[in-house]
C-alpha cells in the first residue's frame, strides 16, 4: 500500500551526498557531449576550414 507523503524530505547528509554525486555526473556526461560534438565537427570539416572564402 502507497503511504502518503506531507511536505517536504529531510536533506540529511548521505542525501546531499548523493546529490553532488550525481550533479557531478552530470556535468562530467555534458561536458563530454560538448567535446564529442565538437571533435566531430572539426573532423567532418577537416582541411576545408583551411580553404574556405572570407
Known amino acids: 500500500m502507497r ?3 506531507e511536505g517536504t524530505p529531510e536533506w ?3 542525501l546531499l ?3 553532488r ?3 557531478a ?3 562530467w556526461v555534458l561536458a563530454g557531449f ?3 560534438f565538437f571533435l566531430v565537427t ?3 570539416l577537416g582541411s576545408n576550414i583551411v580553404q ?3
Open 52 to 54: 574556405r572564402p572570407l
Open 25 to 27: 555526473v552530470m556535468g
Open 34 to 36: 560538448v567535446v564529442l
Open 12 to 14: 540529511n547528509d548521505e
Open 42 to 44: 572539426v573532423v567532418k
Open 3 to 5: 503511504e502518503e507523503f
Open 21 to 23: 554525486k550525481r550533479a
Open 17 to 19: 551526498t548523493r546529490r
